[in-house]
């Protein structure tokens, strides 16, 4: 199998500690920062600047987005200092904490801390309706998309798809347009994204038919969820166009990270800014339920460190930061 690559570089809180976490970013010089976000008809490039809206309205930066590949790229471009806040999910931070991936180099990279859950991110894979591929393990010795190159679903389709015995022929990187329409083509004969429920791009292109769903069975899921970061969820019915039943998948919770170096109490706005303008993240055009977070988003197992900043508001609004994980 060949996996054709592109560059992907282009504890609790009084409520009076709102109060505090506003006067003490009043008292800071603004900031310029750079957040790195993902493509179009992604999660990522909806929810960057609706965060960004909130945060500047209230915390004191000037912020600029970059659009990447996705969860890995966002990661390496805060590693590098070309951006100091980005998105990812969280099984791709466990992969640059524990170094174990080829996109890693096989080195770690813990120059970044984690901010705050996003939404949960689930991994899509669809097929055409009168295509060959049926199944999960049709894709077998068969061409698949996965997505823009350095975006979750590249990076974490090989070892999902590996964990089921499952070897593709070609699996390739690409826009999710792009992708859609070579698959529409039978260039692909499958497309595997992972992202908000439903992705964007494939909630759009469904609404015209032809595609079905994938299913991860029960022993499928047992495998993929012994990958750090991973665990079992549903696409639940009618997510997209035309679906008539929940399918079984994999996810991940897609979450926002920072430089670890950045101010505490600036990072505390920022987090702050997410966690109390929820409304505004829901204007951003992404499915409702998709927006549901989790309290307990992060587990105390995993090697992810938090930002005591976020710490701070996080605490404040009932989610988990162990103290274990807090550390600048």
């Not at 466990?94 to 991936?101: E, I, K, V």
């Not at 994938?214 to 009618?238: F, N, S, W």
């Not at 979450?255 to 409304?279: F, K």
């Not at 005591?308 to 404040?316: D, E, H, Q, S, V």
Request: charged share 15%; aromatic share 6%; net charge positive.
């Amino acid at each position: 199998m060949t996996w054709r690559r592109r560059s992907f570089l282009g504890a609790g809180i009084t409520l009076a500690s709102a109060g505090v976490i506003r006067r003490a970013a009043a008292g800071m010089p603004r900031m310029a920062l750079t957040m790195a976000t993902g493509e179009p008809g992604g999660g990522f490039a909806l929810y960057g600047p609706a965060w960004g809206q909130s945060a500047s309205a209230t915390a004191p930066v000037t912020l600029s987005y970059r659009a990447s590949g996705g969860s890995a790229a966002n990661i390496l471009l805060v590693e590098q200092g070309a951006a100091q806040l980005g998105l990812t999910t969280l099984a791709v931070a466990d992969q640059a904490w524990l170094g174990n991936a080829s996109w890693t180099g096989r080195v770690t990279l813990r120059g970044f801390r984690a901010l705050f859950p996003i939404f949960p991110a689930s991994w899509q894979v669809i097929a055409l309706l009168e295509g060959p591929v049926k199944r999960l393990a049709d894709l077998t010795g068969r061409p698949i998309g996965v997505g823009p190159a350095g975006g979750a679903s590249a990076v974490l389709t090989p070892a999902l798809l590996a964990a089921a015995h499952i070897t593709p022929n070609l699996a390739i990187t690409g826009l999710y347009t792009e992708q859609i329409e070579l698959l529409l083509r039978r260039k692909l004969d499958a497309c595997a994204f992972f992202g908000p429920t439903p992705l964007p791009a494939l909630r759009d292109a469904a609404g015209k038919g032809g595609f079905i769903l994938l299913g991860v069975t029960k022993a499928q899921q047992t495998a993929m969820a012994r990958l750090p970061g991973m665990g079992r969820t549903i696409i639940p019915h009618a997510s997209l166009p035309h679906q008539t039943a929940a399918v079984s998948t994999i996810g991940s919770d897609a979450i926002a990270i920072g430089r670890a170096d950045l101010p505490d109490q600036l990072v505390a706005q920022l987090t702050e800014a997410a966690l109390s303008d929820q409304g505004a993240m829901r204007a951003t055009g992404l499915p409702p339920d998709a927006m549901t977070i989790k309290n307990g988003w992060i587990d105390a197992s995993s090697p992810v460190l938090i930002h005591p900043g976020a710490a701070m508001a996080l605490r404040r609004h009932g989610f988990a930061a162990p103290a274990r994980l807090v550390r600048s």
